[in-house]
């Protein structure tokens, strides 16, 4: 798989029916090995490895209903009390970032309402601080670390 803007990280792998397929630490099960899969895989592994995310509080693939349909994030994050707080999209390498990307995942968190949203295609990573009180967001320079997700500002 390509090398991407993030630590490389060893993941266990194993091919199966002539597919390579990846062990999910969170989900505990392997999954197909695409290169969507395969940034999650690292990213995941640079949350928790870097940013010091506890594995126990991610969620990967998990629904939500949004304006009445049935959607699947890619990953959230909860706080130390079970509350989203950070909605993750991922993209594959070649998919280039964009506003369109940015409103998928806006149209999630209408539902979870959380604090930072992160987007990454394994070579651009983007997160933003959502203000819900003065209905604004920014952006910021870059991931933040697990203990800075709770920290009210």
Not at 8 to 33: A, G, H, P
Request: hydrophobic residues 40%.
């Amino acid at each position: 798989m390509q090398q991407l803007n993030l630590p490389s990280y060893q993941l266990k792998t194993r091919e199966v029916d002539k597919k390579q397929e990846v062990f999910d630490i969170i989900r505990k099960k392997y999954i197909v090995l695409n290169p969507e899969e395969w940034v999650r895989q690292q990213f995941i592994q640079y949350l928790i490895h870097e940013k010091n995310y506890p594995p126990s509080l991610i969620s990967i693939e998990k629904g939500v209903r949004v304006l009445g349909m049935y959607k699947r994030f890619d990953a959230v994050v909860a706080g130390k009390a079970g509350e989203p707080i950070a909605l993750i999209e991922f993209k594959s390498p070649e998919v280039k970032i964009s506003q369109k990307t940015f409103e998928q995942i806006a149209r999630y968190n209408m539902q979870l309402k959380v604090r930072f949203l992160i987007v990454s295609n394994g070579m651009k990573h983007y997160c933003c601080v959502v203000n819900y009180l003065n209905r604004t967001y920014s952006f910021i320079e870059d991931i933040p670390n697990y203990a800075d997700l709770t920290v009210d500002s």
